[in-house]
């Protein structure tokens, strides 16, 4: 069986930017990443991770490529995580991101399961929809007030300016 899969760049612009991807359940999440960043232009050097996600996009368990010395010794890991295993009848939604420092992050869903075609080889990128930007779009984040803070804003937060409750 292979899973077919829509990877969608998350930006606030109106150009979708997206890669549709068939791997193998039974492939890693490793061979995945590998996959985006191939579709995307990317090079394989900097570091990334995978989130389960409810059907609302929220991110949950991280799934990384790398473990680190200050992380959890039971941290699951790409290579050990087969897409069969966290893709199924309950959960067909993921979050990717990738490089921690610009922070590309993209929606991955599942759009459909089939069988292999005999002669293909997997993964297989399908469709190529739109030009990834030179920089990471700009994310905007919500408060515990619930006010939309930009990137900007981040970068000129002062603690003297915001009362605490």
């Known amino acids: 069986m292979i899973y077919r899969f829509r990877v969608i760049l998350d930006n606030d612009t109106e150009d979708d930017i997206f890669r549709d991807i068939e791997i193998n359940k039974k492939d890693s999440l490793v061979e995945f990443h590998k996959s985006i960043i191939t579709s995307f232009g990317f090079n394989n050097n900097e570091i990334a991770s995978f989130y389960l996600s409810d059907n609302q996009w929220n991110q949950g368990e991280e799934i990384s490529l ?17 897409i069969g295993d966290v893709i199924n009848n309950q959960n067909s939604k993921l979050i990717y991101v990738y490089d ?3 922070m590309w992050t993209f929606l991955v869903q599942l759009v ?5 075609i005999k002669g293909i ?11 990834i930007p030179e920089k990471a779009p700009e994310k905007k984040f919500k408060s515990e007030k619930r006010e939309i803070i930009d990137d900007e804003d981040l970068e000129s937060y002062s ?6 409750y």
């Open 121 to 131: 080889d997997y993964p297989n990128i399908i469709f190529s929809k739109g030009e």
């Open 100 to 102: 921690f420092l610009n």
């Open 159 to 164: 603690e003297d300016d915001h009362d605490y």
């Open 112 to 116: 459909e399961v089939a069988e292999g």
């Open 66 to 82: 790398f473990n680190f010395e200050d992380q959890d010794q039971n941290n699951k890991l790409m290579s050990d995580v087969l």
